[in-house]
Each structure stands twice: as C-alpha cells, then as structure tokens.
C-alpha cells in the first residue's frame, strides 16, 4: 500500500457492528452565540458550552498518520463556529441538530453526542441546556 495515496482512492467504510472504532471529541468549547427565544436574548450574544463526542469507524490503515485518513476535531470546531456566525437560533435544541448534522455529514462518523449548554441561563444553576444522540442507519 503506498503511503502517500490521495484521498480519493480511500475505501468506502465498513459499517458493520464489528467495525473498530475511535471516539474524537471536543469538550467545553466556548462561544458567544447569538441564541434564545425570549425578548431578552434577542440581539444580546450569550456564553454557550459545547461538548462533542463522536464516534468513528477506523479507516482501514488506523495509524496512516495522515490527516486525511481522520475526523478532524479542529474542522468540526470551525464548522459549529460556521454554524452559529450564521445568525440568531432561538433553541439551543435547534444548535444541537444543526451540530449533529455536521459531524453526521462526515463519512466515517457513525454516531455522535451533543451537548449545548448555557452557563447564565438560570442563575441558580451551573448550566443548562440539552443533550442529543444521533447515529446513522
């Protein structure tokens, strides 16, 4: 096999239960968002904490050492960041489906867990906010 292969010619992944897998995850990512559905948090951007916790069918060669060949915790990063420069969501269940998207949309993702939270919410609370869990079929 040779080592520097384009990344086109990357075999299609298992998707059985046996596959080997990996987590990659993004823990307390921090983002000023523009997000809320009351009058309050309109057009005032709020503190939210994200944690991303993906899990991937390994390539066929799982220590290639090639970028290519791995989910890229850093492009997910850039890409919720994408996501929420889009504009006000009222819903923080909304960001989370939106978030779940991304990280499904990649090939080798084959489940992944979100959590959304906002730290000021309630003051008498640490945070709040909402967790999914999506996988593919």
Known sequence: MAKNRPTSEIAALPRTATAPRRRVFVRGLMVDAFIGAYEKEQGAAQKVKIDLE???IEPSNPVSDRLE?????????QGIKAIIDEGHIRLVETLAERVA????SHAMVYSV???????NAIAEAAGAGVEIMRTKL
């Open 113 to 119: 867990l979100v959590r959304i939270e906002k730290p």
């Open 101 to 104: 998207g991304l990280a499904l």
């Open 54 to 56: 993906i899990e991937v």
């Open 69 to 77: 060949d791995v989910v890229c915790y850093n492009k997910l990063t």
